[in-house]
């Protein structure tokens, strides 16, 4: 059996260090989805590039737990962490969704820790899920 010849220069020889650039960003947007199942956050930079995610589902919690306000404020720590470390200091905070996790998620964000976040614009978008029949009936 021959054996295999080792090219100088491969790429498994010459790759050393992480190949992720770590962007210094200054202000950002945190998008807060709140359903009744899961609660999804999202932080994106000014022109809408995702920095980093979470969600309570990726946090452990599984079955109706996700949907608790406590798993909605997990999931925002865990979000909020990792732009921190990049030098994040002012963010607009967009809660979508009618799920409890709403309010815990904005209460995650102000929590010491994380108060480096120096102006919040909260703008609460709500879907309307239930029509009102009042309206809508034909008798």
């Not at 009744?36 to 809408?48: A, Y």
């Not at 909020?80 to 979508?96: F, L, N, P």
Request: glycine content about 10%.
């Amino acid at each position: 059996m021959a054996k295999p010849i080792l090219r100088i220069g491969s790429r498994k020889n010459t790759r050393s260090g992480s190949r992720k650039n770590v962007r210094r960003i200054p202000k950002g947007v945190i998008h807060v989805q709140a359903s009744f199942n899961n609660t999804i956050v999202t932080v994106t930079d000014v022109r809408g590039r995702v920095i980093s995610w979470s969600s309570a589902g990726t946090c452990g919690f599984r079955g109706t737990r996700r949907g608790t306000p406590f798993a909605a404020q997990t999931a925002a720590g865990n979000a909020i962490r990792a732009v921190v470390d990049q030098g994040m200091q002012r963010a607009e905070v967009r809660i979508k969704g009618p799920g409890l996790g709403r309010d815990a998620a904005l209460r995650a964000i102000r929590i010491p820790p994380y108060q480096m976040f120096q102006s919040f614009n909260v703008q609460l978008l709500f879907t309307k899920i239930l029509q009102d029949r009042s309206y809508n009936c034909v008798n």
